[in-house]
């Protein structure tokens, strides 16, 4: 049995056998959300190995520090590239909590840091919804606009009728705000 700290440094150095490992024991795990979600076994396969590509560059990067396990990693990695490939696709497939999750991440919760169980996750969706409600009601609505009905700042702007160069200032100040309260 390899320990996963064996498998980090075969990653790191391009060796084969700790790719096999991952597609071994990370796979299925990884592309389960992608295949909950109509994704095919093609797409499965194109997004773990590009799931894999960003796991091995990181490793390789020596500021970066893995903090969850390899197969949590590739699953948040593959379940993001899917979500944004959807919402790029103007197929928007997510739930209210994978919403909120986006919205974590983007106020900087990183993805390799949120919960592996189910519990987890809940807890932390709990934490960021509270964090939400003490936003302002108009950050609420760019929040909104934002990460949970897909609009860009142009679309924001005319939804809005405000400049785009405001939108752009207040989105991230409400970022600010809501990275503020969840202490990050």
């Given at each position: 049995?390899?320990?996963?700290?064996?498998?980090?440094?075969?990653?790191?150095?391009?060796?084969?056998?700790?790719?096999?490992?991952?597609?071994?024991?990370?796979?299925?795990?990884?592309?389960?959300?992608?295949?909950?979600?109509?994704?095919?076994?093609?797409?499965?396969?194109?997004?773990?190995?590009?799931?894999?590509?960003?796991?091995?560059?990181?490793?390789?990067?020596?500021?970066?520090?893995?903090?969850?396990?390899?197969?949590?990693?590739?699953?948040?990695?593959?379940?993001?590239?899917?979500?944004?490939?959807?919402?790029?696709?103007?197929?928007?497939?997510?739930?209210?909590?994978?919403?909120?999750?986006?919205?974590?991440?983007?106020?900087?919760?990183?993805?390799?840091?949120?919960?592996?169980?189910?519990?987890?996750?809940?807890?932390?969706?709990?934490?960021?919804?509270?964090?939400?409600?003490?936003?302002?009601?108009?950050?609420?609505?760019?929040?909104?606009?934002?990460?949970?009905?897909?609009?860009?700042?142009?679309?924001?702007?005319?939804?809005?009728?405000?400049?785009?160069?405001?939108?752009?200032?207040k989105r991230f100040r409400c970022l600010k705000k809501l990275k503020e309260i969840l202490g990050l």
């Amino acid at each position: 049995m390899q320990k996963e700290s064996d498998i980090i440094v075969g990653l790191k150095n391009g060796e084969r056998f700790a790719f096999d490992w991952v597609y071994r024991h990370c796979f299925a795990k990884a592309t389960s959300y992608l295949r909950q979600h109509r994704g095919s076994a093609q797409d499965a396969e194109d997004f773990f190995q590009e799931a894999l590509f960003v796991l091995v560059k990181k490793l390789r990067d020596p500021e970066f520090e893995l903090t969850a396990s390899c197969s949590t990693f590739l699953y948040t990695v593959v379940r993001n590239l899917w979500l944004y490939h959807q919402r790029k696709a103007g197929r928007v497939i997510s739930t209210q909590e994978d919403q909120f999750l986006y919205l974590a991440e983007s106020a900087g919760m990183a993805y390799w840091q949120l919960g592996e169980e189910k519990a987890e996750q809940a807890e932390q969706i709990e934490q960021v919804k509270s964090a939400f409600s003490g936003l302002s009601s108009e950050c609420h609505q760019f929040l909104l606009l934002n990460y949970f009905e897909y609009k860009d700042d142009a679309e924001i702007a005319d939804t809005m009728n405000y400049s785009l160069e405001f939108v752009k200032v207040k989105r991230f100040r409400c970022l600010k705000k809501l990275k503020e309260i969840l202490g990050l």
